[in-house]
C-alpha cells in the first residue's frame, strides 16, 4: 500500500513539475494578448504596412502621378524589350530582325528620356538612380546593336550580353518601384 501512495504521489509531482514549464516565449504572448484584447475580450485586426504607412503619410499628388507615369513606362519598357527576343534567341537572326530590334531599342529611349524629364518627387530618388542605371544599359544596348555585324559571333553574344544587362536592371528597377509604392503607401 505504501508503494502504490509513493507511486501516485511521484506520479502526481511529475506531471505537476512537468506541465508547469513555460516557455519564456509562452508567456511574453500570453501578456501581449492580455493587452491587446479589448473590453469585451476580442482582440483587434492589425492594419497592414499598406494601410498604416497610408495612414501615417500624405502622399503627395505629384508622387502619386509620377508612380503612375513610371508604371506605365515600366509596362512600355517590357513591350519593347520583349520583341528582341526574335533577334537573340531564335537560330539564324536577320537584318530585319535587328532593324526591328533597333526600332524597340529606340522607342525605349524615347521614354526613358521622357521620364528623365519629369520632376522626381523625393520619395522616388532611389528609383531615379536605377533609372539612370536602365538607361545607360539600353545606351550600350543600342551601340552595339548599330555595330553588329550578324556573321560576327563576338558582336552577336555582346549585343545580346548588353540585352540581358538591359534586361536585369529593368528588373532591379521595377522591385525599387514597388517597394517605394508599398513604402509610402500609394496605390
Known sequence: MQKLAILIVLTVTMLTFTACQDR?????????????????????????????????????????????????YLNQLYAHLEPL????????????DVHEAREHVQNAQDWSEYILSLDTPPEFVNLYIGHSSTLLELDSLMKSLEDMDLNDEVDFRRARLYYENTIIAVKSMEREYKGVLEEHGIK
Open 24 to 72: 519564456p516565449e509562452d508567456i511574453t504572448q500570453s501578456i501581449e494578448k492580455q493587452h491587446m484584447r479589448g473590453a469585451d475580450g476580442i482582440e483587434p485586426l492589425h492594419p497592414s504596412n499598406k494601410d498604416q504607412n497610408k495612414t501615417r503619410r500624405d502622399v503627395t499628388e505629384n508622387a502619386v502621378s509620377y508612380a503612375s507615369e513610371f508604371g506605365y
Open 85 to 96: 527576343n526574335n533577334l537573340f534567341y531564335t537560330e539564324n537572326p536577320t537584318e530585319t
